[in-house]
Nanobody
Framework: QVQLVESGGDLVQAGGSLRLACTAS????????LGWFRQAPGKEREGISC????????FYVDSVKGRFTISRDNDKSTVFLLMNDLKPEDTAMYYC??????????????????WGQGTQVTVSS
């Protein structure tokens, strides 16, 4: 049974930092690309960052480039998202995703079958 458990979300002031973690089980973590998505109320789920199996290839959406850093620890089956210089517009539920389908696009939510329950990030101005 695949499980993804996110943690690290919190209420933080603008300019602050958070580090999200997503610990996985139930599949061969070391073989899989992983993604971080976020969804604000009334908005579609947005792919913001993803990382390939060994961490050698990373993607960031423009709105977080230079502020967020994705990384992974394959020994601990965990993917991280370090978020610096947080802004009120970063407020959302953050989700990790795994199991990117062959030929899939890591920015597309529909290309990932496995999801965590989410962790809330709220940035106050």
């Amino acid at each position: 049974q695949v499980q993804l458990v996110e943690s690290g979300g919190d209420l933080v002031q603008a300019g602050g930092s958070l580090r999200l973690a997503c610990t996985a089980s139930g599949f061969n973590f070391n073989d899989e690309a992983l993604g971080w998505f976020r969804q604000a109320p009334g908005k579609e789920r947005e792919g913001i960052s993803c990382i390939n199996w060994d961490g050698s290839n990373k993607f960031y959406v423009d709105s977080v480039k230079g502020r967020f850093t994705i990384s992974r620890d394959n020994d601990k089956s965990t993917v991280f998202l370090l978020m610096n210089d947080l802004k009120p517009e970063d407020t959302a539920m953050y989700y990790c995703a795994a199991g990117l389908k062959s030929g899939g696009n890591c920015r597309r939510a529909g290309d990932f079958p496995y999801w965590g329950q989410g962790t809330q990030v709220t940035v106050s101005s």
